[in-house]
């Protein structure tokens, strides 16, 4: 995540692109602006819940799945979405993700009921697992040379831009317009994207691809959805159906991983990635470090809301993380190289948890700012910026050359994971059908968070060795 709704490995795809015409400028445009669309729209849908809920009659569990109805897909089909990039052509994959996701996110705009909004969820989410990693796969296919650094600084940058920017404008349009106009405000950017993409990026597409690896998409996405659905009803009280729910969801993750093994190579997820230590390493630490990120994303403008802030204001509290990850992530990368990937991998979770730390010593009355959340925003910022660049570089360092895209792929996809299952607990935060948000469980969420990246520090200095992780020394 190099920028909240971001994933830490989405940048390894963008390699190197041949020149720097017009057409490559026009190419460039389009995938940051097709890549912003899935980034904004994780951003803004946080601060509007509150206001969805309250409109469509949402109680928690409801609340949950407008968020997870669009993680599910993405964390399931973002591997198949890149294969299926390499194999049916990367610019047809980009213009059909583009399209899924707009026309899902008018049905969402437009959407009468929770269920028809939850539904609208999920097609959004099948459009970003598409438009994702194809965008990342032109810039990887069309860039080298000098304008590789370029390329790749302009795609973060605009990451971090809108990182920054929707969730604020997502607030001012949820006070002042409604829920429904956030759903409108990806339209006409992903309207430019198509055009732009439409005209300017090539029609490549990889002659030697593999064939993409349905049966296993659809177990990963059955067992993630039934975990996850599991997870969420055992948090709402019924525990029953949740039980038998997270039974028959490990039931098929475990048909998957059977698959993953007998295909190999040509698997989702290969499962010879995991034959070393440190690949284990960084993968457990990615999940702990963006579950509790994706925890108190989310809990926190909601807590804000709830205690009388404007939706605008609350977004805007997250304002530090981002701003922070764009200055800094860059020479970051660069104290990684000097000094080596492993005490950042340690030292920055543990800052991130310091603080989450700081969140639960949240107030019973008033909120202010600069006192009570600034501190903590500043101190997550800074350790994410610490760990994220790092984290991209260790996991390229622990694979060799023909599993660098899988690595980076399964990287990503272990980010969303952690950070939807993190969502299906919010459950036991949330009051009153999902309205509002218990101070006390609140504090022990931030303490939850802070325990489980302190636990991702630990993983990257216990697991992480320094010649692995490309120190010097």
């Not at 026009?26 to 206001?51: C, Q, R």
């Not at 290969?270 to 034959?275: C, E, H, N, R, S």
């Amino acid at each position: 995540m190099t920028a909240p709704g971001t994933a830490p490995c989405d940048r390894l795809a963008a390699i190197e692109r041949k020149g720097g015409d017009t057409g490559s400028t026009g190419a460039l445009i389009a995938t940051v602006l097709g890549s912003s669309i899935a980034m904004i729209d994780g951003s803004v849908v946080n601060v509007a819940l509150p206001a969805m809920g309250r409109a469509l009659g949402a109680d928690g569990t409801g609340v949950q799945w407008i968020v997870n109805g669009y993680m599910l897909p993405l964390s399931a089909l973002v591997l198949i979405g890149g294969a299926l990039a390499d194999r049916v052509g990367r610019k047809r994959t980009f213009l059909a993700g583009l399209v899924i996701f707009a026309a899902a996110s008018l049905a969402c705009m437009v959407s009468p009921t929770l269920g028809f909004v939850i539904a609208a969820r999920i097609v959004q989410g099948i459009g970003a697992a598409l438009l994702v990693p194809a965008s990342l796969a032109i810039l990887g296919a069309d860039f080298d040379g000098a304008a590789r650094a370029k390329a790749i600084g302009t795609w973060a940058a605009a990451g971090a831009a809108a990182g920054a920017v929707g969730p604020i404008l997502g607030g001012w349009l949820v006070d002042h317009v409604g829920w429904r106009s956030i759903f409108a405000l990806v339209v006409p950017i992903a309207l430019a994207a198509f055009a732009m993409g439409r005209r300017y990026v090539p029609g490549g597409h990889d002659e030697d691809a593999k064939l993409p690896d349905w049966y296993g998409a659809a177990l990963a996405t059955a067992g993630l959805g039934l975990l996850v659905w599991g997870l969420t009803m055992l948090t709402s009280g019924d525990r029953g159906t949740g039980a038998a729910m997270i039974g028959a969801g490990t039931i098929a993750l475990a048909a998957f991983v059977g698959l993953e093994a007998k295909l190999g190579d040509r698997a989702m997820v290969p499962l010879a990635l995991f034959g070393t230590r440190i690949f284990t390493g960084v993968t457990l630490l990615t999940f702990l470090l963006y579950a509790a990120l994706a925890g108190a994303l989310l809990l926190l403008p909601y807590l804000l809301i709830a205690r009388g802030w404007h939706a605008a204001s609350a977004g805007a509290a997250v304002l530090p993380l981002p701003l922070i990850m764009g200055l800094g992530s860059r020479g970051v990368g660069a104290l990684a190289a000097k000094i080596g990937a492993r005490p950042l991998l340690a030292l920055g979770p543990m800052v991130t948890g310091a603080g989450f730390a700081l969140f639960a010593l949240m107030p019973e009355g008033a909120i202010h700012y600069a006192r009570d959340v600034l501190p903590g925003m500043l101190l997550v910022g800074l350790g994410m910026t610490a760990a994220v660049a790092p984290l991209t570089t260790t996991v390229m360092a622990a694979v060799d050359q023909r599993h660098a895209g899988a690595a980076s792929g399964v990287n990503n996809a272990t980010a969303r994971i952690g950070g939807m299952i993190a969502v299906a607990l919010i459950g036991l935060v949330l009051t009153d059908n999902g309205r509002g948000v218990s101070l006390a469980a609140f504090h022990a969420a931030a303490i939850a968070a802070a325990v489980m990246a302190v636990g991702a520090g630990l993983c990257g200095w216990l697991l992480v060795r320094a010649k692995d992780a490309g120190s010097r020394s």
